[in-house]
């Protein structure tokens, strides 16, 4: 067991990113990074638990059910990068399945340094896996971490837990080339993406009966208060989650309740809100199992294999570099 971090902060753009998403001009927007601050990040993990929230633990089900399906495709040694790793709590089953044959390098990348930090905690015991964590924007971090592998190692990347769900579908495809390009032919890339499901499920799933989805949402505002010393009044915005079915995606809104300005300071604004208007703050879209290999196919990837959850509809996908 050893452990480093490597760390780079990158200087905060959540100022002109705040100032840039409320001032435009039709559908005032925030980008979906900025809600996995610390508590961003533990409310998340409460998500992940919650009977609603499927995703998460048919995420888990498959790692755990089929980690030992995973490595015999894999080749005999392997360097593991994460794109943010969260707790890395799924991640041990395939770490563990990866360790019985042989000492294996694992690099978590994560803008979090909490999720960093709690995923070092949970994972570093396992033995025969040593963990890099790099806390970089993912391409940095997976540009740094392939620069570790020795010549006769395949490169594996996680990218779990659907994130790739939070891209536009186009965003999405150009991100998968992107990584494709860090690559080389043979290495391969793990995806996990969220299914298309009966609407009163997914809703649910976004707006939980205890409300801590909203309060997820809601932290965004009481971020920018806290770090950008605005004074957003809580009680003024609700969370809206709502099914895009153009886009195939459930959105998160939060939705003023009144006719208000806000004062943002240190982005240099007052943004002015109307009754009923929403700021979007977030879209996971889902996905159906040929899509995935489509685009993985647009993207310089073959679907080598599948493995789907049924009881939350949920696909893994192991992808190889073309
Ligand atoms: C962590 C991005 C997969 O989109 O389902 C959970 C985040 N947002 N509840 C998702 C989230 C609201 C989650 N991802």
């Known amino acids: 067991m050893a452990t480093a971090v490597i760390a ?3 200087s905060s753009d959540l100022a002109a990113d705040v100032r840039a998403g409320l001032l435009r001009p039709g559908q005032k927007e925030l980008p979906s990074k900025y809600l996995y601050d610390e508590i961003g990040s533990e409310l998340f993990e409460v998500i992940s638990v919650l009977p609603e929230y499927g995703l998460t633990r048919a995420d888990e089900r ?3 059910r089929h980690a030992t399906d ?10 593991v990068a994460e794109l943010g790793s969260g707790s890395g709590k799924k991640t041990r089953w395939l770490l563990e399945a990866l360790a019985r044959r042989q000492r294996t390098t694992y690099c978590p990348i994560e803008i979090s340094r909490t999720a960093l930090a709690r995923c070092e905690s949970e994972l570093s015991q396992i033995e025969c896996i ?5 806390e970089r924007p993912y391409l940095d971090g997976l540009l740094a971490a392939a620069a570790r592998r020795d010549k006769n190692e395949q490169l594996l990347v996680l990218f779990l837990g659907s994130t790739i769900g939070n891209f536009d579908r186009d965003a999405a495809e150009r991100f998968l080339s992107e990584v494709r390009r860090i690559l080389f032919p043979g290495d391969a890339l793990l995806l996990g993406t969220d299914l298309e499901k009966p609407l009163p499920q997914l809703l649910a799933a976004y ?3 205890i409300g801590v989805t909203a309060a997820f949402n809601l932290n965004l505002l009481a971020r920018i208060n806290r770090e950008l ?5 809580l009680e003024a915005f609700q969370h809206v989650a709502r099914y895009n079915p153009a886009h195939r995606r459930v959105e998160m809104h939060l939705r003023s309740t009144a006719d208000q300005t806000v004062t943002i300071p240190a982005a240099g604004c007052i943004v002015a809100f109307l009754k ?8 996971s879209h889902k996905y159906r199992t040929s899509e995935i290999s489509e685009m993985a196919g647009r ?3 073959k679907c080598d294999s599948q493995w789907i959850d049924t009881e939350w509809p949920f696909a893994e996908s192991l992808l190889i570099a073309e």
Not at 229 to 233: H, L, T
Not at 276 to 283: G, L, R, V, Y
Request: a negative charge.
């Open 8 to 10: 780079q902060r990158s």
């Open 62 to 64: 498959l790692l755990r």
């Open 70 to 79: 995973i490595v015999p495709r894999l080749e005999a040694h392997v360097l």
């Open 130 to 134: 040593s963990i890099v964590g790099f």
């Open 207 to 209: 707006d939980d009966s």
């Open 229 to 233: 010393g605005a004074d957003f009044d």
């Open 276 to 283: 009923d208007e929403t700021i979007w703050t977030e879209s």
């Open 299 to 301: 993207s310089g990837f």
